[in-house]
């Protein structure tokens, strides 16, 4: 009898050090983007700026020299007079790397207003210099 309970206290110990291990190994959840060829993620907390060009265009800038134009899938009414506005993105993922990945929120009347991304272009330093400046954010 005590033999069975040595054997099970030892593949408990076993399992238990292949469970430990197989943690330690897994990847943690980090502040780094996932894998993307063409790097046009971006951390939703590195936005510092916007810029609503109409009511389908809006340009942000992430960090201090990247800026991107999102358009949106339909008119966002009033989206031009905003002084603030939010960019959610999947729950549980600080990161927006494609549009179904975001939606653009913001108040008009008391009215939560959601409007999703139909695209994301990270501007490349050419478009940005072309950029008129009344609409850089």
Partial sequence: MSNSIANLSLRLAASAAL???TLLSAPAVSAQPPAKSDNQC??????NGFHATDDRTLYIRVGVRDIYRLDLMNDCTSLTFRQGIGLESTPGDPWICSAIQATV???D???RNRCPVSNIHKLTPS???ALPKRDLP
């Fill in 42 to 47: 971006f951390y939703t907390r590195n936005i």
């Fill in 109 to 111: 009347t008391g009215m």
């Fill in 105 to 107: 929120v913001y108040r």
């Fill in 127 to 129: 478009e940005i210099a």
């Fill in 19 to 21: 469970l430990a291990g």
